[in-house]
């Protein structure tokens, strides 16, 4: 582990590279308890070696005045924004870095350009993605830029680069001084879900409304830090985003009948919500249920009618590192102020969805928002925001902004008009409400670099999901709180280590979300324990809200904040694709050997006649004849009389001779009376962890032991673990609670258990007979004339 070194030093060292890698060059040992010193960043003024930001840690702030409207016939969006730009860091910089997210869609990106199909996709490809091929194709998508000027209105040099824009400033910007620029801009908005996007608009055929979602929707600072300069890594879709916080002012003009939720606080209620709606909001504040502030009836009546007309929304938000809206004549609307206990502040829960989401949404939306606000504000920090929004977005899964996340789905229409969801689609809109709504405290307020460490907000996050989900209901169906949920992509050829940038992680959603919250759920729950994580999740937390961490960052609060050495696990578990399987190789049984041959002769002679049960001896005293001796019995003597196992003057002279040099702690250890079981495991998979076992005695009772990792520090590969009991064990399994992600459980067991199984009887599919298909129909379509 790396401790904290002189603050002298450390500026001096700041800027050399890691440790040389140790090489274990004689024998065959693998270190799998070797610090991590080597791999992680050297700890200076900015970040130190506890994990904690250092007492010269800066960010930069920006902050944006935008003015836009949304053009809902054209799909059409159109910006004019002013950036205010502090430069916090020591440095002087000379042009500022500018993230462009929607030229992703532009058939000219390097993401279109670059992806790669499939052989099979030449003869067989879904219609999903020929659309979304078809639509880059044939529209114009990303940023036209009508105006790039500073704040004397001078125009600004700058270059692009696919989603990124370099502005190069006309005076370089020294540390401490602020910079002012304005852009106008415009795009148009892509279809959410078949362009795979995080925002977009879904359209609605049976009324010919859309719903809009706008996101990464305006040019956005990209973020200069510390550790790497400016985080300017090309947006190629799967990498999210590393963006700066600051204060926002948006005004967003809409068509007049459209509900718009957002980031912020709305400052123009009366101009924009009717005398019910934000008397309705005045007592969802204080309700003891969601109130509704736009009802369904209302909703269905408003999108029947239309307007050409339009309203402006003014929204305020401070220190928040981005910002997106929802528009839509469509919504409901309902709201719930949820009181946190700590602070005695209101949030203002709050879910807008189209009336096609009852009765599904109304039931469980704001609901699992308020469920968030309660479970992470345990877990980590109060929620910092007034207002929490959940929207029926038209990106079908989910995503997450500062106070406003999209999420899906919707319940089933059936042609007679009603409508039932499944277990599935209700419990993942639940999990997906919990997920993006615990995102504003992962990474919008704890501001992680998704662009290159995607688990650090989505593993994160996943591992408090499966938290909050389980205090939801017993039994609930977690996809990521169980260790067993990771086995298949642990075990899989085709993976990545966790510590793989964004864009490069094989199998995305089990890298960045199942693996690392299955290990943070085993360091919880099996290898720290619940009170000395749960303290020190909290303080990393603390420690880097409102600021930016990186992976090194965590892995050292977990460490200062627990005193224990975990750098074992994060290596095995971040580092590597190696997996858990952890196998009983055998166990031996033994007792101290007293030497006392009244005692020992009589065990040797039982253990003796253990060994005279031969099958052919057996069965020739069953036939019954009588042997030579039983017929002349002269022929027994001294030693068909006395066995091998008599106790003899010598013996026990040899005995009373060997006690007199001895001590008497050692005479009263050859009558220890214990039984001594030595059981040898074996590591299969690679992953060293704990040894959890359960016990089982032959009076039937049950003991649970838990023995460290350390038990593998000198032998990586296999290990005996000594057991010392008063009583007989009749059973040892392994990992009895699947908690530490065990591949193949047919070898935790002593002894070896019967792997149970079904088998399923089925008949044979006959071959397709075309002829007969054609005898049995109309002509074939080729023969029609």
Known sequence: MIRVLCVAVLAAVSIEAAAEPIQQTKGTFVDKFRQLEESLPTPNVYRTASGA????????????????????????????????????????????????????????????????????????????????????????FGFKLTKV????????????????????????????????????????????????????????????????????WYPRLAAYTDLTGWE????????????????????ITAPADHVIGSTGELQNPADVLSTAQRDRLKKAATADRPVMIVTAEEALANQAEKTDETKTWHFKAKNVRDFAFASSRKFVWDAWGVKLPASGRTVMAQSLYPEEGMPLWDKYSTQAIAHTLDTYSRYSFEYPYPNAWSVNGPIGGG??????????????????????????????????????????????????????????????????????????????????????????????????????QSDSIIGYGPNAYTKPAVALNILRETVMGRELFDFAMKEYARRWKFKRPYPADFFRTMEDASAKDLDWFFRGWFYTTDHVDIAIDGVTHARIHSQDPDIENAVDREEDAKLKGYIGEVRERATGKPMRTERFPELLDFYNKNDDFIVTKKQRDKYQSALKD??????????????????????????????????????????????????WRQNAHEVTKLLVRPKKIRSVTLDPHHEIADADTSNNAWPAKAKESRVELFKSEQSRDLMKEVADGEKPVADKK
């Open 662 to 711: 001895l001590k008497d702690w050692e005479k009263e250890l050859l009558k220890y009376g214990r039984e001594l079981y030595f059981i040898d495991f074996r590591n299969i998979g690679g992953l060293v962890m704990p040894l959890v076992l359960d016990v089982e005695y032959e009076d039937g009772t049950h003991e649970e032991v838990r023995i460290a990792a350390e038990i």
């Open 232 to 251: 300017h890594k090309q947006f190629y879709g799967t990498g999210e985003f590393t963006l700066e916080f600051g204060d926002f002012d948006v005004e």
């Open 149 to 216: 000027v500073d704040a004397s209105g001078n125009a600004l040099s700058y270059a692009m680069s696919d989603t990124m824009m370099r502005i190069d400033l006309k005076t370089p910007l020294k540390p401490g001084a602020s910079t002012s620029f304005a852009i106008d801009w415009w795009y148009n908005i892509p279809e959410g879900k078949a362009m795979g996007a995080r925002g977009g608009y879904e359209h609605y055929e049976k009324d010919g409304n859309d719903i809009f979602f706008i996101a990464q």
């Open 399 to 500: 995503m997450e902004y500062p106070m406003i996340t999209s999420n899906g789905p919707r319940p089933e229409q059936h042609d007679d008009g009603s409508r039932t969801y499944s277990k599935r689609v209700k419990y993942g809109l639940i999990s997906v409400i919990i997920h993006e709504i615990g995102h504003i405290y992962f990474p919008m307020v704890v501001n992680t670099d998704e662009r290159n460490w995607a688990w650090m907000d989505e593993g994160i996050n996943s591992f408090l999901q499966s938290m909050a989900e389980r205090e939801w209901e017993a039994n609930y169906p977690s996809r990521y709180g169980e260790p067993r949920m990771a086995i298949p992509y642990m075990t899989g050829v085709d993976q990545t280590p966790i510590m793989t």
């Open 53 to 140: 930001p250092g007492h010269a840690y800066w960010q930069q702030q920006v902050d944006y005045r935008i003015k836009v409207t949304l053009d809902e016939a054209n799909r059409r969006i159109t910006g004019s924004q002013t950036v205010s730009y502090k430069n916090n860091s020591p440095d002087t910089l000379t042009y500022l870095w500018i993230q462009l997210d929607q030229n992703r869609f532009s058939k000219h990106s390097d993401a279109y350009e670059t992806m790669a199909l499939a052989k099979e996709d030449a003869q067989k490809m879904s219609f999903a993605a020929m659309r979304e091929i078809a639509l880059t194709e044939d529209n114009d």
